[in-house]
């Protein structure tokens, strides 16, 4: 098993940024690739980002709706990935979910650990 603890959400205005941190433990060497995921209310869960953090460089990928402001990135020796998050706009509000699996993909069927999900409010 995994465990995924998300953290850094909160209350933010537009335009201003946030740093979601999620921490993985327990049998990570099971993981190659780690995620976030985000559910606005009434709407579907929806792809963010994600990247690789087995291989050397940790090939990354992103919604067109946050490229150019969200940034994934890793820290293995902490065992932990990162979600940089600038120019926030209202609609980015939603909880925001990390997420472990065997491949970097976008689909939220192939991820098999997700953690428990961190607010992020974006006021007009």
């Known amino acids: 098993q995994v465990q995924l603890v998300e953290s850094g959400g909160g209350l933010v205005q537009t335009g201003g940024s946030l740093r979601l941190s999620c921490a993985a433990s327990?049998?990570?060497?099971?993981?190659?690739?780690m995620g976030w995921f985000r559910q606005a209310p009434g709407k579907e869960r929806e792809f963010v980002a994600t990247i690789n953090i087995k291989w050397t460089g940790g090939s990354t990928y992103y919604a067109d709706s946050v490229k150019g402001r969200f940034t994934i990135s890793r820290d293995n020796a902490k065992n932990t990935v990162y979600l940089q998050m600038n120019s926030l706009k209202p609609e980015d509000t939603a909880v925001y979910y990390c997420?472990?699996?065997?491949?970097?993909?976008?689909?939220?069927?192939?991820?098999?650990?997700w953690g428990q999900g961190t607010q992020v409010t974006v006021s007009s």
């Open positions: 327990g049998r990570t060497f099971s993981i190659y690739a």
């Open positions: 997420a472990a699996g065997p491949v970097t993909t976008p689909s939220p069927g192939a991820y098999s650990y």
